[in-house]
Nanobody, 117 residues
Framework: QVQLVESGGGLVQAGGSLRLSCVVSGTIDSINVMAWYRQAPGKQREVLATISTSGRTNYADSVKGRFTISRDNASKKVYLQMNSLKPEDTAVYYC???????????WGQGTQVTVSS
């Protein structure tokens, strides 16, 4: 019953910006962590940013200072603002929600981000 849907991906030039959105449908426990991951061809899926219900955030070194994660608890949405994009940012980006008490993970279908040089 829980579904995550990402949007906002696309093709941009190096140095440009994109804002990804993820909306969660269905009922999820209030104790949770939302996150953004990405996976490039031939590489493992990596976590980029996490944010708790209280707003505490963590970032991977590769995106720190360029990407910003935020959430809206009332509408059950999580966002990823991506600035100063580089060709190496090209990947499929995934939304994730971790339910702490179960524990359990929910994943979106992914959205493609392509950065041209």
């Amino acid at each position: 019953q829980v579904q995550l849907v990402e949007s906002g991906g696309g093709l941009v030039q190096a140095g440009g910006s994109l804002r990804l959105s993820c909306v969660v449908s269905g009922t999820i426990d209030s104790i949770n962590v939302m996150a953004w991951y990405r996976q490039a061809p031939g590489k493992q899926r990596e976590v980029l940013a996490t944010i708790s219900t209280s707003g505490r955030t963590n970032y991977a070194d590769s995106v720190k200072g360029r990407f910003t994660i935020s959430r809206d608890n009332a509408s059950k949405k999580v966002y990823l603002q991506m600035n100063s994009l580089k060709p190496e940012d090209t990947a499929v980006y995934y939304c994730n929600v971790y339910i702490v008490l179960v524990p359990m993970n929910y994943w979106g279908q992914g959205t493609q981000v392509t950065v041209s040089s």
